[in-house]
T-cell receptor, first 116, second 115 residues
Framework: NAGVTQTPKFRVLKTGQSMTLLCAQD?????MYWYRQDPGMGLRLIHY???????AKGEVPDGYNVSRLKKQNFLLGLESAAPSQTSVYFC???????????????FGPGTRLTVL | GENVEQHPSTLSVQEGDSAVIKCTYS??????FPWYKQELGKRPQLIID?????GEKKDQRIAVTLNKTAKHFSLHITETQPEDSAVYFC??????????????FGTGTSLTVIP
């Protein structure tokens, strides 16, 4: 049981390049999330998904797109990277809230992205 | 939306002393409050959580208290050890339909335990 995994661990991009970050979870969780973490700003939600085929915007969605084609995977795309997107990106997952259970979000190990 | 404020941003304590981190939230619909510990270069990991129907919860040297009326909650670490040094994040989760269990995080507290 690997929990939540992310690939790649590190990436350096030039301004204008595109890339996709992959998140995978083997806990059969319904909900998945992408956050970015910047110094002094905590964790900010980019996009989230409440199930296969569904996505929704979080607090800071601009410049990112996501897809959830399979329940276990959540992809984060940067179509045209900008230096402001230099950050550490974390994926997380949780169960749904049926019956008031499943609150906790479990995080992946993170991807450190630098945009030059 | 929910707004979570966390204080202090940095905290240094002597080994064996207690540490207290405080958070406030704004949305009365929030009913779940987790605390995460993040060591340098690692992922955030849940250390304790509390639900709004409980005023206090304890797990060995860690405790969390919640004051729903004042909309604030606190993390208490007793008998601190060097391995407690990390960044701690609080979060609040408003329970609203179709919002996907969203968490709103504080900006973090960097705790240093001095041996």
């Amino acid at each position: 049981n690997a929990g939540v995994t992310q690939t790649p661990k590190f990436r350096v991009l030039k301004t204008g390049q595109s890339m996709t970050l992959l998140c995978a979870q083997d806990m059969n969780h319904e909900y998945m999330y992408w956050y970015r973490q910047d110094p002094g700003m905590g964790l900010r939600l980019i996009h989230y998904s409440v199930g296969e085929g569904t996505t929704a915007k979080g607090e800071v969605p601009d410049g990112y797109n996501v897809s959830r084609l399979k329940k276990q995977n959540f992809l984060l795309g940067l179509e045209s990277a900008a230096p402001s997107q230099t950050s550490v990106y974390f994926c997380a997952s949780s169960r749904n809230l049926a019956g008031g259970l499943g609150d906790t979000q479990y995080f992946g190990p993170g991807t450190r992205l630098t945009v030059l | 939306g929910e707004n979570v404020e966390q204080h202090p941003s940095t905290l240094s304590v002597q080994e064996g002393d207690s540490a207290v981190i405080k958070c406030t939230y704004s949305d009365s619909a929030s009913n779940y409050f987790p605390w995460y510990k993040q060591e340098l270069g690692k992922r955030p990991q849940l250390i304790i959580d509390i639900r709004s129907n409980v005023g206090e919860k304890k797990d060995q040297r860690i405790a969390v208290t919640l004051n729903k009326t004042a909309k604030h909650f606190s993390l208490h670490i007793t008998e601190t050890q060097p391995e407690d040094s990390a960044v701690y994040f609080c979060a609040a989760r408003p329970l609203r339909p179709n919002t996907g269990n969203q968490f709103y995080f504080g900006t973090g507290t960097s705790l240093t335990v001095i041996p």
